[in-house]
C-alpha cells in the first residue's frame, strides 16, 4: 500500500499532479485545496500523502496535503454514494477546518454548493459526518472536541415523536411517504431513539437501498 510519495513534481493542475520518484512518475488525483498548497512544477524533493484504490481494472492513487485530509476523504469514501470524484469535490469546495464548521452548524445549504450535491445529498452527508467529527480521533480537534466519545451538539433530548419529526425531515428532502416508512422501520430495534438518530438511521437504510 503507497501512503506517501516523496520525488519532483512534473505537473500541477487544480485536480490532479505528477510526481517523479526515482525516475517512476505517478499521477495522483488531488482536490484543490492541496494543489494550491504545493510548490510550483518543477520542485524537488516534495512529499505527498497519498491514497491507493484499487479496482478490478484500474489502480488509482490520490493525494493529499495533510492527514486530516486524507482522513475526511476517507470517511467520505465510506458514505454510500459518495467516491473518489465527490470526495474530492468537497474537499475542493471545503478545507477540514470549515468542512467541521459546516458540519457542527448542520448548514445543508453550504454542503449543497458543492458540485454534484443536491439538496437530499447535502442533508444525508451532514448526518453521517456529525457522527465521524465526534468519534474520530484524527478530525476532533478541528471541532474543538477532546474526549474521544464527545458528541457534536446537533442531538434533541430524546423525544416520543422522534419518528414523526423523521419523517418529516424526509419529507422536506424530497423522500416519498412511502420510502420514509419503510426507511423508519426497525429504529427502536436499532437503538435510535433521538431524532438524529433516527434520521440518521433511515438515511443509511436509504442509501444502502434497503
Not at 503507497?2 to 487544480?14: H, K
Not at 495522483?28 to 491514497?51: N, W
Not at 468542512?99 to 445529498?121: E, S, T, W, Y
Request: hydrophobic letters at 50%.
Amino acid at each position: 500500500m503507497i501512503v506517501q510519495l516523496t520525488g519532483t513534481l512534473l505537473e500541477v493542475t487544480p485536480s490532479r499532479v505528477v510526481i517523479d520518484v526515482s525516475g517512476v512518475a505517478f499521477e495522483l488525483g488531488v482536490s484543490s485545496t492541496t494543489a494550491a498548497s504545493l510548490p510550483h512544477a518543477g520542485e524537488a524533493g516534495v512529499s505527498v500523502l497519498v491514497r491507493m484504490i484499487v479496482r478490478e481494472d484500474a489502480m488509482e492513487l490520490y493525494g493529499f496535503a495533510t492527514r486530516e485530509e486524507r482522513a475526511l476523504f476517507d470517511q467520505l469514501r465510506a458514505i454510500s454514494g459518495v467516491g473518489p470524484k465527490l470526495a474530492l469535490s468537497v474537499l475542493s469546495t471545503f478545507s477540514p477546518a470549515a468542512l467541521a464548521q459546516v458540519v457542527l452548524a448542520q448548514d445543508a445549504g453550504r454542503m449543497a454548493q458543492v458540485p454534484g450535491v443536491g439538496r437530499k445529498k447535502a442533508s444525508r452527508l451532514l448526518v453521517e459526518l456529525s457522527d465521524v467529527f465526534s468519534k474520530n480521533a484524527e478530525l476532533r480537534g478541528l471541532v474543538g472536541l477532546t474526549e474521544p466519545d464527545a458528541a457534536l451538539p446537533l442531538a434533541a433530548p430524546p423525544s416520543a415523536g422522534a419518528e414523526a419529526e423523521a419523517a418529516e425531515a424526509l419529507l422536506s428532502m424530497g423522500f416519498t411517504s412511502q420510502e420514509a416508512e419503510l426507511a423508519l422501520d426497525g429504529h427502536a430495534e436499532a437503538g435510535a431513539v433521538t431524532v438524529e438518530q433516527v434520521l440518521a438511521y433511515a438515511l443509511r437504510r436509504l442509501g444502502s437501498g434497503r
